[in-house]
């Protein structure tokens, strides 16, 4: 077999902040071609990552036309490639009836993508719409795909993981807990018409932090990828396209991010009537002070005018911004956790911020957002803060 291409590069690196962007790749039918196809039969290329659907059979039926394919993704550094549907066989792998030709199959395509180096694939199975089963059969045959050699899976839109609306579903391995899961993928835009601009809309449209993906059938003509990314960085720079790979990579760190973020959560949760802590000025003015003894503030605490940004701060454990919790009622008042001389968390004295305010502190270093604004609103003619859903 060929050896693998390298990972496609991407023209603008994804950033690591999920909160603060969404990633997406394009997924392609690769088209036929020979392998004594020159080179300067090809029509110019694309500057955008691109990952091409191919049919691991070829290393078997057709080794001179797969080496010519990662010839060219080595030569253009943008091009990667991943198995078609569903893996090792153009089948629905859910509707296997019978267990041991599951086991064969999946073992089947593990093998294959090991040897081509092929880090992920498209699945097909029956739509939902036909079968409300099949979802359940599609999961129990994905989830065979945890811990191997197939680090990510790219699902149709008619047979998604729950939930339907976030992407990628996280699926574990039922008995090792430390194995990575496997990222499945839902796409943003299937098959639809060549239209750059309904393209770059459907992209820009994901929640931010999602990692999705367009499934479009190319031919050679690239030029709609290079068009979608144009419009992309007028108009949603905060949407990076990247290859198939960097996908993955960035699916696993979101999870390694998400685990974070929750046991923050947890620990907010947990703190209570602990030692006192010596929060410095710049770590207060950017929120990141806490301490036993408090919790998030409620909402009405920030119902006054100015308090916008404070309402929907999500603070330094994603829960909100901190108030003193009563002793009597263990519920939160509208008292600063952090005050100068403080029972629970206190401020230096002689300092910028010994007053609580950081009105005469320089603004602190700029540090990646953890967490995304709460769900809340802030009403700016009534200058109330509520519970909510945050806009877009």
Avoid at 113 to 119: F, K, V
Wanted: hydrophobic share 40%; proline share 10%; aromatic share 8%.
């Amino acid at each position: 077999a060929p050896p693998p291409p390298p990972a496609a590069t991407a023209a603008a690196a994804a950033t690591a902040a999920a909160t603060t962007t969404a990633a997406a790749t394009f997924g392609a039918f690769a088209a036929a071609a020979s392998s004594a196809l020159p080179a300067s039969a090809l029509p110019p290329w694309t500057d955008t990552p691109l990952s091409w659907t191919l049919s691991n059979r070829l290393a078997q039926w057709g080794p001179a036309l797969l080496h010519w394919f990662y010839a060219q993704g080595r030569k253009t550094g943008l091009d990667s490639f991943l198995m078609g549907p569903s893996g090792y066989g153009y089948i629905f792998p859910g509707n296997m009836s019978r267990a041991a030709d599951r086991a064969w199959f999946s073992n089947a395509t593990i093998a294959a993508a090991t040897e081509l180096g092929m880090q992920g694939l498209v699945n097909w199975d029956v739509d939902r719409s036909l079968d409300p089963g099949s979802t359940q059969r599609t999961e129990a045959m994905l989830r065979r795909y945890v811990g191997t050699a197939v680090r990510g899976v790219f699902q149709l839109d008619s047979d998604p993981l729950p939930p339907r609306q976030e992407s990628p579903t996280f699926l574990h391995h039922t008995t090792d807990p430390h194995l990575p899961p496997l990222p499945v993928f839902k796409p943003s835009y299937q098959y639809g018409p060549p239209n750059a601009t309904a393209i770059a809309a459907a992209l820009a449209s994901q929640r931010l932090g999602s990692l999705t993906y367009a499934y479009l059938s190319l031919g050679y003509d690239t030029s709609l990828v290079d068009a979608v990314a144009a419009i992309l960085a007028r108009s949603a720079p905060h949407v990076k396209l990247v290859g198939y790979r960097e996908l993955i990579a960035l699916a696993q760190q979101k999870h390694t991010a998400d685990l974070m973020r929750q046991r923050l959560r947890d620990t907010a949760a947990e703190l209570r009537g602990c030692a006192r802590v010596h929060c410095n000025c710049e770590d207060f003015c950017r929120g990141a002070c806490f301490a036993c003894g408090c919790a998030a503030c409620t909402a009405a605490t920030w119902s006054f005018p100015g308090g916008a940004k404070p309402c929907t701060d999500p603070g330094p454990l994603g829960t909100g911004l901190l108030c003193v919790v009563d002793n009597i009622s263990g519920a939160p008042t509208s008292a600063a956790c952090c005050t100068p001389g403080g029972r629970h968390c206190t401020l230096p004295p002689d300092s910028c911020c010994e007053s609580g305010s950081c009105h005469t502190c320089p603004p602190p270093a700029a540090r990646p957002a953890l967490f995304q604004p709460l769900p809340r609103e802030f009403d700016e003619r009534t200058h109330t803060c509520t519970e909510g859903e945050a806009a877009g």
